[in-house]
């Protein structure tokens, strides 16, 4: 009860406009943004956890394995790339794959909590769904901070983007179209904020199915598979390593948040002045320039003031 007197007290301080169409926004998306998360890299980013990346790579490989095993579709690239995105995405608002990292007692998450998060504070008619439900979990992988909702983004946005590309043959149109979902119902539209590291994440998925039967000079490795006979023969393992750097990481590739939500944000980012002091190696990347250009035809938006090395440097007392 107390809780929910507390929201109407909030929305009491708001003209009715702007309350209808918050009120609009949650009856048209409540049903699919029933497991929605945002992401917290900055609460607890000092305490030590262990790194996922053999974990969650056994996780992928032993799942191509089985659905290679079990081929009887031809040669079909295609339709491969199909049954990889029904094991490991999925049509929900959380994928299978981010769902297993969720739950699993195997991986450790930063410990945060609603209310020691750095949305706490932030008014709900500014914070919308993250608000309402939550943020999700972050974990490490490849020595990266990463919030879970970034492997669903990796495997279902991923094989959009790599079905755009098969359909078009160009991969900027592909990657506009990706950069165009962040701005609406996937990101910006009900969050107020438009994630960079998404939008890498989506990129990082379709050249990982591109990998699955493709050479990619970006890898230097050879295609995962190879048709024998019309079966998939593996030739390498799959590994986060090739995919996950730091511009997965929403503190150092900072997000875009729209005029609503942004005062109230980096307000909130001050909170963690004193863990940057202590620990300034945790928030900066000495491969920001490179990430920078290799990503930036993919529609980052320009927030490099906005990394936390940078804004909370110029903004911390010292």
């Given at each position: 009860?107390?809780?929910?007197?507390?929201v109407?007290?909030e929305?009491?301080?708001?003209?009715?406009?702007?309350?209808?169409?918050?009120?609009?926004?949650?009856?048209?998306?409540?049903?699919?943004?029933?497991h929605?998360?945002?992401?917290?890299?900055?609460?607890?980013?000092?305490?030590?956890i262990?790194d996922?990346?053999?974990?969650?790579?056994?996780?992928?490989?032993?799942t191509?394995?089985?659905?290679?095993?079990?081929?009887?579709?031809?040669?079909?690239?295609?339709?491969?790339?199909?049954?990889?995105?029904?094991?490991?995405?999925?049509?929900?608002?959380?994928?299978?794959?981010?769902r297993?990292?969720?739950?699993?007692?195997d991986?450790?998450?930063?410990?945060?909590?609603?209310?020691?998060?750095?949305?706490?504070?932030?008014?709900?008619?500014?914070?919308?769904?993250?608000g309402?439900?939550?943020?999700g979990?972050?974990?490490?992988?490849?020595?990266v901070?990463?919030?879970?909702d970034?492997?669903?983004?990796?495997f279902s946005?991923?094989?959009?983007?790599y079905?755009?590309?098969?359909?078009?043959?160009?991969?900027?149109?592909?990657?506009?179209?990706?950069?165009?979902?962040?701005?609406?119902?996937?990101?910006?539209?009900?969050?107020?904020?438009?994630?960079?590291?998404?939008?890498?994440a989506?990129?990082?998925?379709?050249?990982?199915?591109?990998?699955?039967?493709?050479?990619?000079?970006?890898?230097?490795?050879?295609?995962?598979?190879?048709?024998r006979?019309?079966?998939?023969?593996?030739?390498?393992?799959f590994?986060?390593?090739?995919?996950?750097?730091?511009?997965?990481?929403?503190?150092?590739?900072?997000?875009?948040?729209?005029?609503?939500?942004?005062?109230?944000?980096?307000?909130?980012?001050?909170?963690?002045?004193?863990?940057?002091?202590?620990?300034p190696?945790?928030?900066?990347?000495?491969?920001?320039?490179?990430?920078?250009?290799?990503y930036?035809?993919?529609?980052?938006?320009?927030?490099?003031?906005?990394?936390?090395?940078?804004?909370?440097?110029?903004?911390?007392?010292?």
């Open positions: 009860m107390g809780r929910h007197a507390d109407a007290s929305f009491s301080r708001y003209p009715s406009g702007v309350i209808k169409s918050f009120v609009t926004l949650c009856v048209v998306f409540t049903v699919a943004l029933a929605a998360y945002e992401t917290d890299p900055y609460t607890n980013r000092h305490i030590p262990a996922s990346t053999d974990r969650m790579d056994e996780r992928v490989n032993t191509l394995a089985e659905i290679a095993e079990n081929w009887k579709r031809g040669e079909d690239e295609r339709a491969f790339v199909r049954a990889v995105y029904n094991r490991l995405g999925g049509r929900h608002w959380v994928d299978k794959f981010e297993w990292v969720i739950d699993s007692l991986i450790e998450k930063l410990e945060n909590s609603r209310k020691k998060s750095v949305y706490n504070g932030v008014p709900l008619y500014a914070n919308r769904v993250a309402i439900f939550g943020f979990p972050t974990v490490k992988v490849a020595g901070f990463v919030g879970t970034k492997f669903g983004h990796f946005q991923g094989r959009k983007f079905d755009r590309y098969v359909r078009t043959g160009d991969e900027a149109e592909a990657a506009r179209r990706s950069a165009y979902t962040e701005s609406a119902i996937f990101g910006q539209l009900t969050t107020g904020i438009y994630s960079n590291a998404d939008v890498v989506n990129f990082e998925g379709y050249r990982f199915y591109r990998s699955l039967f493709n050479d990619n000079p970006n890898f230097q490795k050879p295609p995962i598979f190879v048709w006979g019309g079966k998939p023969e593996q030739r390498r393992a590994t986060w390593n090739d995919h996950v750097n730091d511009f997965w990481d929403e503190a150092i590739n900072a997000n875009h948040s729209d005029r609503i939500l942004r005062p109230h944000l980096l307000r909130q980012v001050l909170k963690y002045c004193r863990q940057y002091r202590e620990f190696g945790l928030y900066t990347s000495d491969q920001f320039e490179v990430l920078w250009a290799r930036l035809h993919i529609g980052l938006k320009d927030t490099r003031e906005l990394s936390a090395a940078t804004y909370l440097g110029n903004h911390c007392p010292p």
